[in-house]
Antibody
Framework: QVQLVQSGSELKKPGASVKVSCKAS????????MIWVRQAPGQGLEWMGWINTNTGKPTYAQGFTGRFVFSVDTAVSTAYLQISSLKADDTAIYYCARDRLVWLGESSRSNWLDPWGQGTLVTVSS | QSVLTQPPSASGTPGQRVTISCSGSSSNIGNNAVNWYQQLPGTAPKLLIYTNNQRPSGVPGRFSGSKSGTSASLAISGLQSEDEADYYC???????????FGGGTKLTVL
């Protein structure tokens, strides 16, 4: 079945870096873009951006430029999220999700996320 | 503050019908399809409705979605205790050139 399996929880000190992995199975990895979503403790979902798994080109949402890097390794069907210079407010659960895109008209689209990884908790604390 | 506006909470008793609204603008809901996600406590979000009103296989028919203009709604009929969860609407925003989520609605089954 189609699934995404993420790496385990991380505890990091401020200023360190972390790399979260998201391994896909059950479908052609390079056929779909991968999305990253952040959920801070007790908060809602925040779209961080996406990566074209075929070309490796990332696109970052506002607020996720500079310290955040998306990458892929198609040989092992895995997407990665690296965060550098970690701060306390990076503490969150990070989800990967497969992006499904359908064009409904000339400029109208439907993007839905399915499936989602189980999430990776990144805790930043001294 | 989220681009899409949802009520922070909703509630109902077992068997009731509840609706959750999602309000946006011409650059997001007004031009693109809306999707809904269910997040049960302590779990990852799960796709509930896609392209305004389509249910993925495995999602009960009690869940339905609709869209009109710059707003969308999720309806849950025959409410069950296991429906207690957070619900998020989402769509593409043409101005931001990215996906946006609503702030989420916490559904309580009384």
């Amino acid at each position: 079945q189609v699934q995404l399996v993420q790496s385990g929880s991380e505890l990091k000190k401020p200023g360190a870096s972390v790399k979260v992995s998201c391994k896909a199975s059950g479908y052609t990895f390079s056929g779909y873009s991968m999305i990253w979503v952040r959920q801070a403790p007790g908060q809602g979902l925040e779209w961080m951006g996406w990566i074209n798994t075929n070309t490796g080109k990332p696109t970052y949402a506002q607020g996720f430029t500079g310290r955040f890097v998306f990458s892929v390794d198609t040989a092992v069907s895995t997407a990665y999220l690296q965060i550098s210079s970690l701060k306390a407010d990076d503490t969150a659960i990070y989800y990967c999700a497969r992006d499904r895109l359908v064009w409904l008209g000339e400029s109208s689209r439907s993007n839905w996320l399915d499936p989602w990884g189980q999430g990776t908790l990144v805790t930043v604390s001294s | 503050q989220s681009v899409l506006t949802q009520p922070p909470s909703a509630s109902g008793t077992p068997g009731q019908r509840v609706t959750i609204s999602c309000s946006g603008s011409s650059s997001n809901i007004g031009n693109n399809a809306v999707n809904w996600y269910q997040q049960l406590p302590g779990t990852a979000p799960k796709l509930l409705i896609y392209t305004n009103n389509q249910r993925p296989s495995g999602v009960p028919g009690r869940f339905s979605g609709s869209k009109s203009g710059t707003s969308a709604s999720l309806a849950i009929s025959g409410l069950q205790s296991e429906d207690e969860a957070d619900y998020y609407c989402a769509t593409w925003d043409d101005s931001l050139d990215g996906q946006v989520f609503g702030g989420g609605t916490k559904l309580t089954v009384l």
